[in-house]
């Protein structure tokens, strides 16, 4: 309690009210004074409350700040049971009541004043359903509620931007900028005019450079427009494969298929479509549905502090708490036959989730599948659009994995080949090694020999001339394989040229009017693509013609649809209207007093004869309390100071008799009782 009033009190003496407030002072405040400090607030919230309750009736300021605290959603603490205690201390000026109240809006005051401004234009006026059956009350109604719906959108919009991070200073800024950056480019514009005059045919310029920027333009839109008949037959292209590719599917499907599997694979996807639709899709449709109503509903609430939300998030345990123990009362209560009953439910209910599950399974799959063969054909358009190779796919690719794997196994072969071979190379190295590790030694000890005998270097020379004999006859023999070899292959290749020229000619003769052909119709392909492209072009800015155009027709059907559903409509409410007036206005011109009673007018007039009299008694009352009220508050006052006076005398007759019976014996109940 000492926080709560340590935070009023810090709150008060702050802006904007600026009290000089401590902890002594506050809590020694009137009642009439706390209500007043409760006033401020709520007038600092709302404007209209800035008056002096001392100029005001208990009851109207009760009731006032009744209103406006049930309009800022305050709920007071405790039971329903302790909302009339509360307000009779809220009336009274009950500083527990005063206190909770006060510390519960100062907590919350930028948001209060945020809901009380708002609901002073989205507090809907209630009107009865009578007098809304009038034309004019009718339309100004419905302006009244096309406005608030108008002040919901721009406020809204008003709190997007100011939280969009915008501020007006920068945007002055970026305006001044702007200007300073259109001034620096007028004197730039001026300067160059005032170069461009000195020379003599700068008219001509000007208009060669308009006609140059005008052709660049024109150059830009042409590419943009090409571009864009580029993606549209890409676009065109990719159709056509997947066309291609459904119509190979399904020539490759009912050639290998037989009449009953095709026709239970169609069962099958009817099946599942019209489990789709009659089940699962409007399930979703109208959960869906029912989102949007909640949060359409939640949008159109004024926003909720936090406070609000744990409240809410209570009393969403206790439901569940609640809804639980229900549920295990009912368990509880049940007979076997419903436990039977409901075995079956749950398994009944386990084979809908399954089904359910394995439909959004299967539909998954579907949208992957879908998602892959787009994936595989954009990939399959790229790598055409890059090296002209076309993927295989069915057979061709079994094949080619066939062939494959014939070359994986010769692979395997050949790298075992390969790996003895670089074993073998292994130990024939370290043999090499170890025969030039002999040789070098033997050649040591022929080198100490000959040095021992006289005769060094002879071995050296002997292995020298050894080495040019050998390599003189190598040659000599090489020359002579070589002008062999070489004859040989000049009579070889003469016979190969005869022989190719002899083959070649008849081909080359058949090739010259294929060459001619193929020219010629290179020349017609160019043309009939160019056609085609041009029809393409042609067909598909028809068909989205059209297809605005139907578009268009269809989104006015419904609007003339519509319209013809509310004119229908208000001829059914005007035809009630007039049936009405003409029944009012012949009981209003009858001649028999009883039907004359039974019209609206005299029923009003006497509703108001009614509530001017009761008008009248109220005022008459309440002038009888006015007279009253200082005597009937002195004769309380006097009530109240009897009644003190009897405590008082009733405390000390208590306390002379305790001290009387000191010592004496009581007998009370059948029992004896010493007083000491």
Known sequence: ?????????????????????????????????????????????????????????????????????????????????????????????????????????????????????????????????????????????????????????????????????????????????????????????????????????????????????????????????????????????????????????LRQAAADAKPESVMKRLEEEIKFNSYMVTDKLPKELQSKRVAVQQLQKVASEPAMGQSELAQLHSKIQEANVEINQLIEKRMMRNDPMDDKLSLFRQQASIISRKKESRAEELQEAREELSALERELNMKSSQARDQDGAQLIRGDEFKRYVAKMRSKNVGYKKKKADLDIMRAEYGVLQRTEELLKHRHDAALQQLQSVEAQKGISGYSDTQEELERVSAIKSEVDEMKGRTLDDMSEMVKKLNSVIVDKKSALAPLIKELRPLRQQCNELALEYEEKKGQYDTCAAGLESNRSKLEQEVRALRDEVDQEENRYYYINCMKGVIEVQLQRAADEMKAYVSSDPQERKKTIREQCMKHIAEQETLGKKLREQQKVVRESHGPNMRQVKMWRDLEQLMECKQQCFLRAQSQASIGQVIQEGGEDRLVL
């Open 1 to 249: 309690m000492s926080e709560q009033l340590k935070f009023i009190v810090e709150q008060l003496n702050r802006e904007p009210f600026n009290k000089s407030f401590n902890l002594i002072t506050f809590d020694s405040q009137k009642p009439m004074q706390l209500l007043q400090i409760l006033n401020d607030v709520l007038a600092e919230i709302d404007p209209k409350h800035a008056i002096d309750i001392r100029e005001e009736m208990p009851e109207q300021t009760a009731k006032r700040m009744f209103t406006l605290l049930g309009m800022l959603k305050y709920k007071p603490p405790g039971s329903l049971s302790e909302a009339s205690s509360f307000r009779q201390g809220l009336v009274t000026g009950s500083k527990p009541v005063v206190h909770h109240v006060l510390f519960w809006l100062l907590q919350k005051l930028p948001e209060l004043k945020k809901r009380a401004y708002l609901a002073r234009f989205l507090v809907k006026l209630e009107v009865p359903a009578d007098f809304l059956r009038d034309d004019v009350i009718g339309d100004t109604h419905h302006q009244y509620e096309e406005l608030v719906e108008g002040f919901k959108t721009l406020h809204k919009e008003c709190e997007q931007l100011k939280s969009s991070g915008f501020s007006t200073a920068e945007i002055r800024r970026d305006i001044a900028a702007m200007e300073e950056e259109r001034e620096q480019l007028i004197k730039r514009v001026e300067r160059l005019k005032k170069r461009v005059e000195t020379v003599s045919s700068h008219q001509r310029m000007l208009e060669l450079t308009r006609q140059l920027r005008v052709e660049k333009e024109r150059e830009e839109a042409l590419a943009h427009q090409k571009q864009e008949q580029k993606n549209q037959l890409f676009q065109a292209e990719q159709r056509l494969q997947r066309a291609q590719m459904q119509l190979k599917d």
